[in-house]
């Protein structure tokens, strides 16, 4: 994945100087622990994380361009949530953003690129998307982007004490996007 630009946004790969944007958010207990990771406890466990991102090259930075800032991540991991789906071509997708930046339409401005990108240039046959049952403003994200619920599962996490915790799992099929296209499409003309 190069970069990727939309009307506010830039998806691009992690450079090791956005570790101070990073940590901005990363510390905070309302973003790590509903994206699955504790939140950082120092600046230079941030520059460790990016470094571990640009080792991997499957999580890119979310740019906010009026202030050239990386504001939040966006994932597009090579993952099967459900195992009899193995065969399908498929990524699933996850994010996390500042609080600074909450309820302006971000996050699905983001996930809708990388639908676009997974569908018409990667081949994609699904996306999935999950969160965590307690997470509200991911499950928002994933309905507004058109995901269909698809299943559930309970798995004990020890970032949160070994306690048992639920997935929430949502996916894309290709079909789904393709008649959601189509169907914008004919709005346009109406």
């Keep these: 994945m190069g970069v990727f630009e939309t009307e506010r946004l830039l998806l691009r790969r992690w450079?090791?100087?956005?570790?101070?944007?990073?940590?901005?958010?990363?510390?905070?207990?309302?973003?790590?622990?509903?994206?699955?990771?504790?939140?950082?406890?120092?600046?230079?466990?941030?520059?460790?994380?990016?470094?571990?991102?640009?080792?991997?090259?499957?999580?890119?930075?979310?740019?906010?361009?009026?202030?050239?800032?990386?504001?939040?991540?966006?994932?597009?991991?090579?993952?099967?949530?459900d195992v009899r789906l193995s065969h399908l071509a498929q990524r699933e997708v996850g994010?996390?953003?500042?609080?600074?930046?909450?309820?302006?339409?971000?996050?699905?401005?983001?996930?809708?690129?990388?639908?676009?990108?997974?569908?018409?240039?990667?081949?994609?046959?699904?996306?999935?998307?999950g969160h965590f049952d307690f997470n509200k403003k991911s499950k928002r994200v994933n309905e507004k982007c058109g995901f269909q619920y698809r299943f559930q599962k309970k798995d004990r996490y020890k970032l949160f004490n070994n306690q048992i915790i639920t997935s929430v799992y949502y996916c894309m099929t290709k079909e789904d996007y393709f008649e959601k296209k189509q169907q914008r499409a004919k709005k346009v003309f109406i």
Excluded: M
């Design 15 to 81: 450079q090791e100087s956005d570790y101070k944007d990073l940590y901005e958010y990363a510390k905070r207990e309302d973003v790590g622990p509903f994206a699955g990771w504790a939140p950082h406890k120092s600046e230079q466990e941030s520059k460790d994380v990016i470094r571990y991102f640009l080792q991997n090259n499957n999580s890119y930075a979310i740019v906010w361009k009026e202030e050239n800032k990386a504001i939040g991540s966006i994932g597009f991991h090579k993952r099967t949530p």
């Design 95 to 129: 994010f996390a953003l500042n609080p600074a930046y909450w309820g302006r339409g971000i996050v699905p401005e983001a996930v809708n690129h990388l639908l676009v990108f997974g569908f018409e240039q990667l081949q994609l046959d699904l996306i999935w998307c």
